[in-house]
C-alpha cells in the first residue's frame, strides 16, 4: 500500500534541498534557478517511530523493517500554471497522483538565493499556488458537469450522485475556498475521491527557516502557523539547510549536531510524521525471531484489509487476528507475557485495527 506525499512551491524555495536530505540522495538537483527539477523525484523514506526498536529488543528479532512513506518532488509552479504556463501542465498531471501535498514556503531571507517573485512573502506563495490549482479544479469540474449533463437527463444515480458533488465542489471554488473545505458524507466518500480534485488533498505547509531560526521559526513561519490552524492543515518549522547537513553524518554525529543546535530532533522526522497523520494513517507490528515489522494502513482499518497489507491471499482467507496492544506487549515482556497474563486477544472480522496493535494473522489458504 503506498501513501505518496508531493513536496510542491514556487521555484527557490528550497524543495529539492529539502528532498536531497529527506531521501538521503542527491537525485533532485538543487540549484539556483527556476525547473532545476523537471522530472518528478520519487523517494521512500521511514516513518520514525520509537516503538519499532523496543518491539525488536524484546523479540530477539534479527531484523528491523520500519514503515515506508514516498515523497515525490514536484517541479515548481509559476502563476498562469493552470493554463499551462512554466511547466503548469506536468506539475497539476504529478499532484493528481499524489495522496497529500507538503507545500514548501520560504520563510528565510537571502539576496543570494533569488525569489521568482521579487519578494519573500510565504502566505502570497501560498496564495499563488493555492489559486493556480482552484482554478485548474474549476476549469475541470465545469467540464465534467458538462459532459454528464446527457447521463443525468436519462436518471443515471452515479451521474447525479457525481452531478451534486461537482455543484458542491464548484461553489466552493469560486468563492474562493477549496475543495477540501466541502463537507462529504460518509455515502459519499468514494465518489468524491473519483473526482480527483487538486485541492481536495490534505496539505502540511513547510515552513523553511534559515539555520538560526530552526528551534523557534520566526514572524514568516509564525504567520504561516496561523494561516493553517485557520484552514484546519498542519504546519512544521524545518531548515532545509540544516537537514541537508544532518544527512551527511551518522546517527551519533547527527544526535551530537542536534543538540548543539539546540533541537530535539531532526525537522524531517517531524515533517514524516506530520504526513502520516496528514493522511490519518496509523502503524500495527509483527513481531518475532526473524523480524520486527511496522504496517502503515488508514485509521480506521477492519483486521482482514490490514492482513491484506501484507498479503492478498491474508485477507481472504482471513480467520481470526491474535492482538496485543503495544503498551501490554512491552510491560509483559513479549508474546508469551503477554499469553499468560490473558491479555492476547482473538479478534474477528469486525475488530478495527488500532494504532500500534501487534498482531498474528491466522488464515486458509
Known sequence: MGFRTGIVGLPNVGKSTLFNALTRTAAAQAANFPFCTIEPNVGEVSVPDDRLPKLAGIAGSKQVIPARITFVDIAGLVKGASKGEGLGNQFLANIREVDAIAHVLRCFEDPDVTHV?????????????????????????????????????????????????????????????PARSVTVAEDDAKAWSMLQLLTAKPVLYVCNVDESEAASGNALSARVAEMAAAEGAASVVISAKIEEEIAQLDQEEAALFLEELGLAEAGLDRMIRAGYGLLGLQTYFTVGPKEARAWTIRKGTPAPRAAGVIHGDFEKGFIRAETIAYDEYVALGGEQGAKEAGKMRAEGKGYVVQDGDVLHFLFNT
Open 117 to 177: 517573485e521579487g519578494r519573500v512573502d510565504p502566505i502570497a506563495d501560498a496564495e499563488t499556488i493555492e489559486t493556480e490549482l482552484m482554478l485548474a479544479d474549476l476549469d475541470s469540474v465545469e467540464k465534467r458537469l458538462q459532459n454528464i449533463t446527457r447521463k443525468v437527463r436519462g436518471g443515471d444515480k452515479e451521474a447525479v450522485q457525481q452531478e451534486r458533488l461537482l455543484k458542491e465542489a464548484k461553489a466552493a471554488l469560486e468563492s474562493g475556498r
